[in-house]
């Protein structure tokens, strides 16, 4: 079965960074892509970044130049650095597979930032 576990989302100043945490398990984690993704009430689910098993990376251009997605397989950990962050940033965010999402959706965390 596979576990998402989002982690390290928060209230951040406009300008300002945070670092979010996927936990995964359940999967072959090496050979899967995995993306993050966010939502805010309202609207659907959009992709912000994602990182192929060969280390490749995409962004939305939303985000480009502002974020950075890693990956730890040893760890299977994903990460995504966001700085200079901007008042349309806030959402939950969520990771999974993809693109597609293939997974049940973790619980995702909140980011909030303040103009």
């Known amino acids: 079965q596979v576990q998402l576990v989002e982690s390290g989302g928060g209230l951040v100043q406009a300008g300002g960074s945070l670092r979010l945490s996927c936990a995964a398990s359940?999967?072959?984690?090496?050979?899967?892509?995995m993306g993050w993704y966010r939502q805010t009430p309202g609207k659907q689910r959009e992709l912000v970044a994602y990182?192929?098993?060969?280390?490749?990376?995409n962004y939305a251009d939303s985000v480009k130049g502002r974020f950075t997605i890693s990956r730890d397989n040893a760890k299977k950990m994903v990460y995504l650095q966001m700085n200079s962050l901007k008042p349309d940033d806030t959402a939950v965010y969520y990771c999974?597979?993809?693109?597609?999402?293939?997974?049940?959706w973790g619980q995702g965390t909140l980011v909030t930032v303040s103009s």
């Open positions: 999974n597979s993809g693109p597609p999402a293939l997974w049940s």
């Open positions: 359940g999967m072959f984690f090496r050979s899967s892509s």
């Open positions: 990182i192929t098993s060969t280390y490749t990376t």
